[in-house]
């Protein structure tokens, strides 16, 4: 596909952000705010489903820029979602262990699973999903013959990790005060899936009986204009 062609605009999302921890910076999650079982999740309450680096809708930053291919701007978009999406997680190892974190969850009965060589679905500890995924990702993303097909799979994997993030890790998010951009991240996410048709909604909604946490998040937004 020739990806190093491709015009570098810097995402309207980035996460260098110097307030944010490394990797080494320690989280403690037992002072973080949490809610109450049964309640609504904090992502979806006031004033944190409102926190945004951008605002207004979303549409206009996700559309193809004039003089641009197609397939090299959503290239460029989905290595940059995978890129921020990667520091993200960076700052969150430490609350997402073995032990933390044993399934791979999306939603309150929703756990995903990984699919290995042989086609078996297995049931892994979110950090070695989380992992799994990501090292696949760099190999497709960096093997031009086969990243042009695979790009709604790349895409599909992506909103697992951030629906996983939000269901939970979001107490962490509120904790480093990143809430603004990691919704904004998502957001632009979201708005750039279904304006080039790699965002299913049965991805973002899940079952009846085991819905994507975030589906919630993404019908939320639609009512408060961010995404159309």
Known sequence: MGRNRAPRKRSPTPTGNPNLPTRKDSLNPSPEPSSPGGAKPLYLSSPFVNAALVKGNFKTIV??????????????????????????????????????????????????????????????????????VMSSIQN???????????????????????????????PQILHIRAEPHFNSLFAHFLAFGREYELLEVKDIKGDPGAPVGVGLLW???KEMGILA
């Open 140 to 170: 497709l993303l960096e093997d031009e013959n086969s990243f042009p097909s695979t790009i709604k799979h790349i895409y599909r994997q992506l909103l697992r990790i951030f629906a996983h993030i939000y269901h939970a890790h979001f």
């Open 219 to 221: 019908e939320r937004w």
């Open 63 to 132: 559309m193809l820029p004039k003089y641009v291919d197609i397939m090299e701007w959503v290239a460029v978009n989905i290595f940059d979602f995978y890129t921020n999406l990667n520091e993200f997680y960076g700052v969150l190892t430490e609350s997402c262990t073995q032990h933390t974190c044993p399934t791979m969850s999306g939603g309150t009965t929703l756990n995903y699973t990984w699919v290995n060589q042989g086609g078996k679905q297995t049931s892994l500890a979110a950090p070695t999903y989380i992992d799994s």
